[in-house]
């Protein structure tokens, strides 16, 4: 029961450095979405996709790209990480409109 | 501006008694709420969903409450328990926004022994 898996757990970057988050899912779910946790602000939506080939911005998507690459993968990726980007990142999935299931997410520290 | 409040961002309860938690939403589209829990270095898991067509739902210990026209809804834990000491999240979907949830900040519950 995998459900939805991210990697890394952790990861320390220096500003300007780069980095892939890749998260996978095996409940053939359509949709997928990537979330930032911050302290006081909730979950806000990066990019999500709806379907395989799709993607669009959420609410806070500056300075990041996502990628889908299969119905199972979607991976989240920082060209130039900068210290406003640490935070706690989720990956989730949905087959319909009653709610994700969610990673165990990546706690990210940009230096 | 937050959509979607949760203006308590803690709360302590004691063993046994009853936990509330309060959310409140701004836009009048949405239509489907949904409570999660959330453990530390854990992501969150799915606790409750209520529809708008409804004012109640119950799961065991766990009720949510909608009130449509005051735009606000709450979770009721009955008995609490120390388990249930996590950060819970409110979210809110609109038909237009097809499966896209907007969260609250969050309030995290403790359950005193």
């Known amino acids: 029961n995998a459900g939805v898996t991210q990697t890394p757990k952790f990861q320390v970057l220096k500003t300007g450095q780069s980095m892939t988050l890749q998260c996978a899912q095996d409940m053939n779910h359509n949709s997928m979405y990537w979330y930032r946790q911050d302290p006081g602000m909730g979950l806000r939506l990066i990019y999500y996709s709806a379907s395989e080939g799709t993607t669009d911005k959420g609410e806070v998507p500056n300075g990041y790209n996502v990628s889908r690459l299969n119905k199972r993968e979607f991976s989240l990726r920082l060209e130039s990480a900068a210290p406003s980007q640490t935070s706690v990142y989720f990956c989730?999935?949905?087959?319909?409109?009653?709610?994700?299931?969610f990673g165990s997410g990546t706690r990210l520290t940009v230096v | 501006d937050q959509q979607v409040k949760q203006n308590s961002p803690s709360l302590s309860v004691q063993e046994g008694r009853i936990s509330i938690l309060n959310c409140d939403y701004t836009?009048?589209?949405?239509?489907?709420f949904l409570w999660y829990k959330k453990y530390p270095a854990e992501g969150p898991t799915f606790l409750i969903s209520?529809?708008?067509?409804?004012d109640k739902n119950e799961d065991g210990r766990f009720t949510v409450f909608l009130n449509k026209s005051a735009k606000h809804l709450s979770l009721h834990i009955v008995p609490s328990q120390p388990g249930d000491s996590a950060v819970y999240f409110c979210a809110a979907s609109a038909e237009d926004y097809g499966q896209n949830f907007v969260f609250g900040p969050g309030t995290r519950l403790s359950v005193l022994p």
């Open positions: 209520i529809s708008s067509i409804k």
């Open positions: 989730a999935s949905s087959q319909q409109r009653y709610g994700y299931t």
């Open positions: 836009n009048s589209m949405f239509d489907y």
